[in-house]
């Protein structure tokens, strides 16, 4: 295993500087030529995580949390590159209002005061074309409400991105036949998430005590806590400055048919499932860390999931 490691940091390590060298020269990049190449290093950097994800297993803790790190950073700065360097898309939309406000899921839930206002969360991820829902409370919140940007300029129908923010006490359901990629999760409170099989990773931060419904190739959840997370991920899910995090296999929250039809357009392997592998990136021991569980078989509530889609139904 040791001998693998090192011949995966030596791969790693060489992609990762040869990814630098890029975003280094990219504003002396010609106009014509800046946005394929800045499309070119989006996938460059998306299939080193997903081979650093995949190998998690092989590297020593301190390793994996420095390649995760490293890969973040890249991600960033081109984030922050991509703004300055290509003018914002002109298309924009606003997500409509739910007809009516809902009870929170529990009575205990009803009971507790409501919060002060959360500062907005920025982020360095260009947004610009994602489904968001964001600054919500009390609410029912379906994907199928808001419509899909690069619809108006007559795009194709794509895996889209999804921005959920600054939430609390909501339930949201992102199960429609639009197929999704990546879902970026930042400042939700209480809320309850169901989430069909996805083509890309579930990224969660600064999330308390929300029930997770999702189905991913990966799963990254940072400085979180107090969460039931049923998780169907193809790759070892990672948890970082998390506590009190709760995981079970993801449900038969469908019909099988239909099911199996979002696993497939989302290329998951339905037989692979690493929801019990969980990786704590500030746990170096070898033994259990104490920031994250199995949910026993009486705490699971598989129906959940049917709560939350039953109220879209027709």
């Known amino acids: 295993m040791a001998e693998a490691s090192r011949d995966f940091r030596a791969t790693f390590d060489a992609e990762k500087q040869s990814i630098e060298e890029v975003l ?96 907005k969360i920025t982020s360095t991820i260009d947004q610009s074309q994602f489904m968001r829902f964001e600054d919500r409370s009390n609410e029912h919140l379906f994907i199928g409400s808001l419509p899909m940007p690069g619809a108006e300029a007559g795009e194709g129908i794509v895996a889209k991105d999804v921005a959920l923010t600054n939430l609390t006490e909501c339930t949201i359901n992102l199960v429609h036949n639009i197929p999704l990629g990546a879902i ?24 308390e005590g929300c029930t997770l419904i999702g189905a991913c190739h990966q799963s990254r959840m940072h400085t979180s ?28 929250i469908l019909p099988a048919e239909q099911l199996d039809r979002l696993f497939e357009g989302a290329q998951l392997n339905t037989a692979t499932n690493f929801y019990d592998r969980v990786k704590d990136f500030n746990w170096l021991r070898q033994q259990q860390s104490p920031n994250w569980r199995l949910l026993q078989p009486n705490e699971i509530k598989n129906e959940i999931a049917q709560q939350v889609l039953s109220k879209d139904c027709s």
């Open 24 to 119: 280094a020269g990219l504003d002396k990049v010609p106009k014509s030529n800046l946005q394929a190449t800045i499309d070119g290093l989006v996938q460059r950097i998306h299939s080193l995580e997903k081979t650093a994800t995949e190998k998690i297993s092989i590297l020593p803790p301190y390793d994996a949390k420095m390649c995760m790190e490293a890969i973040k950073s890249m991600s960033e700065q081109l984030s922050q590159l991509r703004t300055k360097l290509v003018p914002k898309a002109k298309f924009s939309f606003k997500s409509r209002k739910a007809a009516s406000a809902l009870p929170s899921l529990s009575a205990s839930a009803a009971l507790t005061p409501k919060p002060a206002a959360s500062p």
């Open 225 to 252: 806590s107090n969460m039931d997370i049923y998780l169907h991920v193809t790759s070892e899910p990672i948890i970082e400055d998390c506590t009190d995090m709760r995981f079970a296999p993801y449900g038969q």
């Open 184 to 207: 970026h999760i930042r400042n939700l409170k209480r809320c309850t998430l169901v989430i069909p099989p996805v083509s890309g990773s579930i990224l969660l931060h600064d999330c």
